[in-house]
C-alpha cells in the first residue's frame, strides 16, 4: 500500500477507536460487576437459612457459573474425592491453568518469531479473578472444625475429617499458605500493580491490568481490590459462623454487604452512571436476598414462605437479565464499531488504489511519450513534482533534466 493509504487507514482509527475503547470498557465493568454479582449470591447457600429447593438451585448455577464448584453435589456424586483430595485440587488449580495457558505465548512465539507475555498474564489474571472464591471458600472450610464430640473434633463440612491428625496438620499448613498468598495476595498484588500502572505509559502495561481498572475512575483505579475483598471477607463469614447461634451469621453478612454498599455509594468509583446504577442494585439485590432468607426462620405461613421465594426469584432472576440486556448491547455496540471500522478501512483502500491504478496508468504513458521527446513543459513538470520521478527510466530526457536543473545528457 501507498504511504497515503497507510495515513488514511491510520486516520480512520484513530477516529474509530474512542467509541469502540468506551464501548468495550463499559463492557468490561459490566462483565465485572455481573460476575461478582454471581459470587456474592453464591455465597448465601452456606448461610444457615430454609431456603427452598428452587433458590438453593438458583444459588448453585450463579457459583457454578461463575467460578469452580468443586464441592457441588454434582460434582462430588460424579467425582469420588475425599474432602483433602477436594481441596488439594482446588489449591493446586492456579498452578495447574498457569502451566496450560503457557500454549498461548508459545504459540504466538512459533507463529510471530517473538515472545508475547502480555496475552499470557492477562489469561491468568483472569483465571485467578474467577478462581477467587473458590479457592478461599476451600481454604477457609479446611480451618472450621467443630465443638469438641467425646474429646474429637471434626470438620464442620465434613465430619468424616478428624481434626487434630498428622493429614489435618498438614492440610491446614497448606490452607494458611494458600490464604496468606493466594486471598491476601492477590488483592494486595493488585493494588501494588495497579498503583505501578498508573505511572506508566506502556501500551503493554494498559492492556494487562485494564481488566481491573476499566471503568473506574482515575482516583478509584484500585476499587477492584475492595470488591476482592468484600467477597473474602463475605466467604469467612459464611463459613466460620456457620454453626453460631442468635442469628449472628446472618446479621454478620448483612452487616458485611451493607458495610461495602455504603462504601460504594460514598465514593461512586465508577465513572459511567450506567456502571454505578448496576453494581448499587447488584449489592442491594444481595442484601434483600439475605434479609428474606432470615424472615424466613421466623414463624411464618408456608404461603408466605413461597411468597418470599417467588420475590427472591422474580429480583434475582430481574437483575440477571438486565445484566444480560445491558451486557449484549454493550457488545453490540462494540461490534457495530469494529464493522464500521472496517468498512472504512475497505472502503479507503479501494479509493486510493483506483487513484494509485491511474496515476501508474498515467505514468506509463508520460514514460512512453518521454523516450520519444513528446512531453510538454506541463506534463514534465508535473513528473518531476511526483514522487517517483527518479526512478524513472527515461529521466534521460532533455525537457525532464531541464526542469529539474540537471545538465542535459550529451
Known amino acids: 500500500t501507498s504511504p497515503g493509504a497507510a495515513a488514511a487507514v491510520v486516520a480512520a482509527r484513530q477516529e474509530s477507536e474512542p467509541a469502540h475503547k468506551q464501548s468495550a470498557a463499559l463492557g468490561m465493568a459490566l462483565a465485572k460487576i455481573c460476575v461478582s454479582y454471581l459470587q456474592v449470591i453464591s455465597f448465601l447457600s452456606g448461610f444457615s437459612l430454609p431456603w ?10 450463579a457459583g457454578a457459573g461463575t467460578s469452580i464448584p468443586v464441592n457441588a453435589a454434582f460434582v462430588t456424586c460424579t467425582v469420588s474425592w475425599s474432602f483433602y483430595a477436594r481441596f488439594r485440587a482446588a489449591a493446586l488449580l492456579p498452578v495447574a491453568i498457569a502451566a496450560a495457558l503457557l500454549f498461548i505465548p508459545l504459540w504466538q512465539t512459533l507463529r510471530t518469531g517473538r515472545r508475547h507475555w502480555s496475552s499470557y498474564s492477562i489469561a491468568l489474571l483472569v483465571t485467578s479473578y474467577l478462581l477467587y472464591p473458590t479457592i478461599s471458600r476451600e481454604a477457609l472450610r479446611l480451618l472450621n472444625c467443630s465443638a469438641p464430640v467425646e474429646g474429637r473434633r471434626f470438620l464442620k463440612v465434613d465430619y468424616r475429617v478428624e481434626c487434630g491428625t498428622a493429614a489435618h496438620g498438614v492440610h491446614s499448613l497448606l490452607a494458611v499458605a494458600v490464604l496468606v498468598v493466594f486471598c491476601l495476595g492477590l488483592p494486595l498484588a493488585s493494588y501494588v500493580a495497579l498503583r505501578k500502572d498508573q505511572r506508566r505509559t506502556a501500551a503493554t502495561g ?6 481491573l481498572s476499566d ?13 476482592m475483598l468484600r467477597k473474602l471477607v463475605l466467604v469467612a463469614v459464611s463459613v466460620l459462623f456457620s454453626d453460631s447461634a442468635d442469628d449472628i451469621q ?11 454498599l455504603c ?3 460514598w465514593a461512586k468509583p465508577f465513572t459511567n452512571p450506567v456502571q454505578h446504577r448496576m453494581e448499587t442494585a447488584a449489592q442491594v439485590v444481595a442484601a434483600l436476598s439475605l434479609y428474606t432468607g432470615w424472615l424466613l426462620t421466623l414463624d411464618v405461613s408456608d404461603a408466605t414462605r413461597s411468597l418470599a421465594s417467588a420475590f427472591l426469584i422474580a429480583i434475582n432472576i430481574g437483575l440477571a437479565c438486565r445484566f444480560a440486556y445491558l451486557l449484549l448491547r454493550s457488545s453490540g455496540a462494540t461490534a457495530q464499531h469494529a464493522l464500521k471500522l472496517a468498512s472504512s478501512k475497505v472502503s479507503r483502500h479501494r479509493g486510493l488504489g483506483r487513484g494509485a491504478a491511474a496515476a501508474d496508468g498515467r505514468t506509463t ?13 506541463a506534463e514534465a513538470a508535473a513528473v518531476v513534482r511526483g514522487s517517483s520521478a527518479a526512478d524513472l527510466t527515461w529521466k534521460s530526457n532533455p525537457m525532464v533534466q531541464q526542469l529539474r536543473g540537471l545538465p542535459a545528457p550529451g
Open 263 to 265: 462504601a460504594h455509594l
Open 52 to 61: 427452598s429447593p428452587e433458590v438453593s438451585l438458583m444459588w448453585t448455577l
Open 365 to 377: 504513458m508520460y514514460a512512453r511519450r518521454g523516450g520519444r521527446g513528446e512531453l510538454t513543459a
Open 215 to 227: 471503568g473506574y475512575a482515575r482516583r478509584w483505579y484500585w476499587w477492584e481490590t475492595t470488591v
Open 250 to 260: 446472618v446479621f454478620l453478612g448483612l452487616g458485611v454487604v451493607v458495610a461495602f
Open 206 to 211: 494498559r492492556a494487562l491490568f485494564s481488566f
